[in-house]
């Protein structure tokens, strides 16, 4: 902080000193603990928050049935891919065999 000729602060200062001043009211106002507030007011606050909890919990439960579904059909794809990838291969067997069996009796 600085002083003007006679010891008091400049002006500048003390408008910064008013608005900390009242920043710092304003601030404690909004943090005010539970305790302090009417039972009234805190039940209120008390059944937000639970009625808030309940919704996050429910949107959970909705994400997991969701995952669970795309996790159902993703198993589904897989052992169908999976099926098919055996058949093609012993499809491929087979007709490499064939090939094989052809080329041979040619060259004989």
Not at 74 to 88: F, G
Not at 94 to 99: C, E
Request: charged letters at 40%; glycine letters at 6%.
């Amino acid at each position: 902080m600085s002083f003007g000729a006679f010891g008091e602060p400049h002006v500048r200062d003390r408008d910064h000193d008013e608005h900390r001043i009242h920043r710092d009211a304003e601030h404690h106002q909004c943090e005010r603990p539970a305790e302090h507030l009417p039972i009234g007011e805190r039940r209120h606050e008390a059944d937000r928050d639970e009625n808030e909890l309940a919704s996050r919990i429910q949107a959970l439960g909705a994400d997991r049935s969701r995952l669970a579904d795309e996790l159902d059909g993703s198993l589904v794809k897989s052992r169908r891919l999976e099926r098919a990838n055996r058949e093609i291969a012993e499809r491929l067997d087979a007709a490499i065999g064939t090939i094989r069996s052809v080329l041979d009796a040619g060259e004989s």
